[in-house]
């Protein structure tokens, strides 16, 4: 028997025994309809049943400050827009609601059409209602997603790319729900990268200094691994009275190098400027500029309240997009 958890609108926190939400429970009976596409069944559903207080979770609305109102890297029709976002935090070792299990975006269109979308890095999105018969898996771009259809309702379950999904959507056709799910597939980042002409040297502050951090009593986690770069080397910026503002993370391989800036007070400190009035780019929702200047990369953007620089000297743009997507991925897991 597989466990699903579901949820309805929230406001900022709450606990999930509050929460009001549209729950469903499968029946033993083994339905499904073939469609055109012989790969692809759906497993039909009657009946439904609340589980909801099995469970012990707390909701945050907005955890990730990534998604914006017009773009949230999904395919969805035009009129869906994004209502809220929020995050399923579950207990750790300390009973502690510090382990984000989930994240959810709710998006709400015309003529009560609605999709939820819910994916999770750690196992599969928990669910409030539960199958009790076995289900008819599909096969869709080579993936294996199980189908679900309650009245008017969809539902998706799948694994792609180390990340587990669950998808429900109301009043939704058929060809939009395998236009998002084909979508998740594909390559959703949307990358405009900027070309600008001249990169100007900035005047520091006189009471900022970079320390390296084995010249220093300070200990840090170096957070990410690149496994053709090794170990960077460290260091922090800091003001006469020795206040760390950022910490450095400085990569080199041949004449690939790479630094990687971190700020959770503010953006970075630099020491160089540039005029742009470039476009945005998205990796993994996450809204960031991105510029360019000869064989430099310059990559700007703010997650979890934690604001980063990234630039990278010979290297192309998949290359950054790799360093990029390693970045992201571990401030989500350490959510």
Same mark, same amino acid.
């Given at each position: 028997?597989?466990?699903?958890?579901?949820y309805?609108l929230?406001?900022?926190?709450?606990?999930l025994?509050i929460l009001?939400?549209?729950?469903?429970i499968?029946?033993?009976?083994?339905k499904?309809?073939?469609?055109?596409?012989?790969?692809?069944?759906?497993?039909?559903?009657?009946s439904?049943?609340?589980?909801?207080?099995?469970?012990?979770v707390?909701i945050?609305s907005?955890?990730?400050?990534?998604?914006?109102?017009d773009?949230a890297g999904?395919?969805?029709?035009?009129?869906?827009?994004l209502?809220?976002?929020?995050?399923?935090?579950v207990k750790?070792?300390?009973l502690?609601?510090?382990?984000?299990?989930?994240?959810?975006?709710?998006?709400?269109?015309?003529n009560?059409?609605?999709v939820?979308?819910?994916? /999770?890095m =750690? %196992? $599969? *999105?928990?669910? @409030?209602y539960?199958?009790?018969s076995d289900?008819?898996? #599909?096969v869709?771009?080579? !993936?294996?997603v199980?189908l679900?259809?309650?009245?008017?309702?969809?539902?998706?379950?799948f694994?792609?790319?180390d990340?587990?999904y669950?998808?429900?959507?109301?009043?939704v056709?058929?060809?939009e729900l395998?236009?998002l799910?084909r979508?998740i597939?594909?390559d959703?980042?949307?990358?405009?990268?900027?070309?600008?002409?001249?990169?100007?040297?900035?005047?520091?502050?006189?009471?900022?200094?970079?320390?390296?951090?084995v010249?220093?009593?300070v200990?840090?986690?170096?957070?990410?691994?690149?496994?053709?770069f090794?170990?960077?080397?460290?260091?922090f910026?800091?003001t006469?009275?020795?206040?760390?503002?950022?910490l450095?993370?400085?990569?080199?391989n041949?004449?690939?190098e790479?630094?990687?800036?971190? /700020?959770? =007070? %503010? $953006? *970075?400190?630099r @020491?160089y400027?540039?005029l742009?009035?470039?476009?945005? #780019?998205?990796?993994?929702g !996450?809204?960031?500029?991105?510029y360019?200047?000869?064989n430099i990369y310059?990559?700007?953007?703010?997650?979890?309240?934690?604001?980063?620089d990234v630039?990278?000297?010979?290297?192309?743009e998949?290359?950054l997009?790799?360093?990029l997507?390693?970045?992201?991925?571990?401030?989500?897991?350490?959510?």
């Open positions: 028997m597989q466990k699903f958890l579901k309805g929230v406001p900022c926190v709450i606990i025994g009001i939400g549209v729950i469903v499968y029946n033993r009976e083994d499904k309809t073939f469609l055109e596409e012989s790969d692809i069944i759906i497993n039909q559903v009657t439904y049943e609340d589980i909801t207080s099995d469970l012990d707390k945050v907005s955890i990730c400050d990534c998604i914006y109102d773009y999904y395919k969805l029709p035009d009129d869906l827009r209502n809220q976002d929020y995050g399923v935090l750790d070792a300390s502690e609601y510090n382990i984000v299990h989930d994240y959810v975006f709710e998006f709400i269109g015309n009560d059409r609605w939820h979308i819910t994916y /999770s =750690i %196992e $599969e *999105p928990l669910k @409030d539960f199958i009790t289900s008819n898996v #599909s869709i771009d080579g !993936v294996e199980l679900y259809q309650y009245e008017e309702q969809y539902i998706v379950d694994k792609y790319n990340m587990y669950e998808i429900e959507a109301n009043h056709t058929l060809e395998l236009t799910i979508g597939f594909q959703s980042d949307e990358l405009n990268v900027n070309e600008i002409d001249e990169v100007y040297s900035s005047e520091v502050d006189s009471d900022v200094r970079i320390i390296n951090v010249d220093s009593t200990d840090v986690n170096i957070p990410w691994e690149f496994d053709d090794g170990i960077p080397k460290v260091y910026t800091s006469s009275e020795l206040f760390i503002h950022d450095r993370y400085e990569y080199k041949g004449e690939q790479f630094t990687v800036a971190f /700020s959770s =007070i %503010e $953006e *970075p400190i @020491d400027y540039f742009s009035d470039g476009e945005e #780019s998205f990796v993994h !996450v809204c960031m500029s991105i360019q200047h000869e310059y990559a700007e953007f703010k997650i979890n309240n934690h604001y980063y630039e990278t000297t010979n290297m192309n998949e290359e997009l790799e360093i997507e390693v970045i992201i991925n571990s401030e989500i897991k350490n959510t």
